[in-house]
């Protein structure tokens, strides 16, 4: 367990110590070659001459990346994850929102960025320059009581997706995501075999649920193996049957493209599943039991603004027919850490691991104060069936019709009973129910007939939707989610 900050940190420092396989890529990593890698960019950080840096990394996933996030943790800096993805636009208003004055890239970002650091004036240096060359030096530095790890210390700022307009920095402190950490310590890899954990990576950097990837693994000493070319971290089967990944943190989306890739139930072993960051439908839980069956299923509930779990439940065969008859796998229960309020339908949140925006202004909206107790109002409408909880859709996602009250959630959850569906989005446009579906039948008009006499005997007349599009693959936002205002967007341009 993480009782203080300083637990955290001294649990981290002792792994770095060990001769435990980290990484495998071109060459094999240990926990001492991220030490190493430490000692040369804290040598560089004290020639800074600040007390305190915003730090940007831009690079694909490798060794250099992971030992640099440990390390601006480490020194106490503040850490500002970026894709090199991102349009340019955007990521100069990270780095002018979040006044970075450091960036670390790779050589492929270094040319691609490298004119927007000099015209910000942002100092930047090769992420692989701290990376010895030569032989794993020995001399590595003393972790002595002078060296203090505050839990109010700004750790890292997150960015929002942007879905709505440019994306809100998120402050995280230590004391934030050791928290969180510590539930999911608690309530989740206490299920797993930690020591035999090779945990796989295919989300972005910048998406926040990358944390519940890489500071599990360098808590508990697992193994990672990221995903590297953008084949592998969409479809990412042959993957992890190549790296023998055992322990996978992913969004539905993800298991709806391995549906699509034909898995068989004897392609990948997995210790842990662990599914967070979108509706977890009951269909695709079917899938799961069928063709993955891991070991241990979890679905994690959080955002950003929650460091970012604070709620999981893990998979017990006897609530399947409450998740059937509902639809929704539950969020299960709040971490042992945390407070939760339900006010008007919707689930409020207090507790250490609760943020804020980095602009100040984008608190006022969600940020609440209740019996002198801090709130965050996740905008999530919330039910609690045999004692476990069920995210039933969002503030937004309620709407009146011709005097109907509509959860479009609903009508998604039917949608997806219909066979040969691997995905859906159902939104409104003025009057009308628009129903954007994902499927590998290519003959729509048929598809889109029997989707609707299936809808006709599920569901009353106001709610059959007056739409239908087909996608044969979503569109994803750069956290590989269902990019919802794209297909917006995309309808509108057709009227």
Known sequence: MIDTVEDFYNQVIKKLYSNNLFLKQKKNFYYKDILSYFNNFRKYILLQNKKKLRIATISKKSFSLYSSIISILLSQNTWIPLDDDL??????????????????????????FG???NKLKIKYKNIDNFVHKKK?????????????????????????????GMPKGVKISNENFTSSLNGQIKHIF???????????????????????????????????????SLKDRLFPLDHIKKNKVNCIVTLPSTISRLRLSGIKKS??????LLICGETFYYDTLKFIISKIAPKHLFNCYGSTELSPWVFSYKFNPKDLNNIKKIG????????FNTKIRIHKKLLLVSGPMVNTYLQKKDNLQNHLKINQKYYYCTNDIIKKYNELYYVMGRSDSVVKIRGYRIELKGIETRIREFKNVTNTFVFVNGKKIIAAIETNKKNQEIFKNKIREHLVYNLPNYMIPNEFI???KFPLNKSYKVNRYL??????LKL
Do not use: W
């Open 115 to 117: 004119f927007l650091f």
């Open 328 to 335: 929704l796998v539950p969020i299960g229960q709040n971490f």
């Open 470 to 472: 087909i996608y044969l």
């Open 487 to 492: 297909i917006k967007k995309s309808y509108n």
């Open 190 to 228: 206490s299920y797993l075999n930690a020591k035999k954990l090779i945990f796989g990576d295919y989300h972005n950097t910048s998406f926040v649920i990358s944390l519940n990837i890489l500071l599990p693994c360098i808590y508990l000493g697992a193994e990672i193996s990221p995903a590297i």
């Open 267 to 272: 392609d990948i072993k997995l210790n842990g």
């Open 136 to 164: 794993r030096h020995e001399n590595y530095f003393s972790f002595n009581k002078d060296f203090k790890f505050s839990k109010k210390n700004l750790a890292m700022i997150f960015y929002t997706s942007g879905s709505t």
């Open 87 to 112: 349009p340019v636009n955007v990521i100069k208003f990270i780095l002018k929102d979040s006044k970075t004055n450091l960036a670390l890239v790779d050589s492929e970002s270094e040319r691609k």
